[in-house]
Structure formats: structure tokens, C-alpha cells
């Protein structure tokens, strides 16, 4: 990313030139975190490449797998495919963390890529965010991504996926009710 052209501008500049760029392109989301949030993600994320993302239909759901490849990537792809083959399991989604300027505007870019048509934009803009959170959160990272990783014996896929249902159930009512 040419960050040149950004160091003269302050934090709102920023966000605002990253959210206009972003605001008419198909298929491809901007978000913006905080310095320290963005540079969670990418130290939790080295630590805990792996992590799933429930994605949940009215017919009930499927399961996205992340791989996280340094120095700022993250590649989803379905659990399934991903078991079968880990070498050939397609990506659906790419997300990647640029903090560049974390440091000297305390302000972390994230460039998301809808590769298959088969996820909504509403879809895969909820599934990076979740995702994000999942690195960035406190909370969420100790009940997540750090025990799939290091102690996958102690992680509850069942209770991960029952809480994550009930969080993408209460974002959907309160994206309707905004419309």
C-alpha cells in the first residue's frame, strides 16, 4: 500500500479517503480500527493463524475456515473443502490488515475481497468484521482463536457456534430495523 500519500493527511482524512475509495466498489469492503486494535489482530493472528466463522442461513449454516499467512493476509475458505484438500480448499473471502500507519495516525486499514458469489456483500463484510473482532477483542480472542490454536482440546465448537448464532441473529434484527 502507498502510504506515502497519506502520511501528510491527519487520522479523519484517512479514514475519510478510505471509506470514499471503498464506498462504490463491488464486491470489495474498506473498515478502519484503531492503531493498537489493527496491531492486536496481526500479533493474535501470528500466534493463532487458524480460526472458523460460522455463516448462518435460514436453512441453518456452514462453516468458514481462516488462514491467516504473514505479513498481513487472512484467506477463507469452507471447513469443508478445507479438510479435504487444505492445499486446494478455494478462498471465498480475503481480508487484509494494513498498519502501515498505526503508529503515526493510530488508524489500521482493512481491505476485504468477496471472491465467490455464493456470499451476500452484506454476508461478507458481517463475516470479516466478526472475524476481526475475534483478533481484536479481548474477551473473544481468549475464548476463540487462542484455545482452537494452542488448546483445541478445550474449545467448545458447540458453545462457539450457539453464541455466534445468537450474535448474527441480533445484528440481523438490528440491520432490519434500521432499514
Known sequence: M???L???KNKQQIIDIWKEYHADKKDTYGKVLDGEAGKNVLQRAKQCPFFIQPVFRE????TLVSQYQSPSYFLMAYLEDYKVDPTNARPLITFSVFDDLATSHDVTLIRGEL???GIENWEGKKIINNMLEAYANDEDYEV???PFNKTPESFDIDD???CQNQKW???????EEKQ
Open 169 to 175: 441473529k441480533k445484528e440481523l434484527t438490528e440491520m
Open 115 to 117: 471472491i465467490n458469489k
Open 144 to 146: 476463540g482463536a487462542l
Open 2 to 4: 502507498k502510504t506515502d
Open 59 to 62: 436453512e441453518g449454516f456452514f
Open 6 to 8: 497519506l502520511q501528510d
Open 160 to 162: 462457539y457456534i450457539s
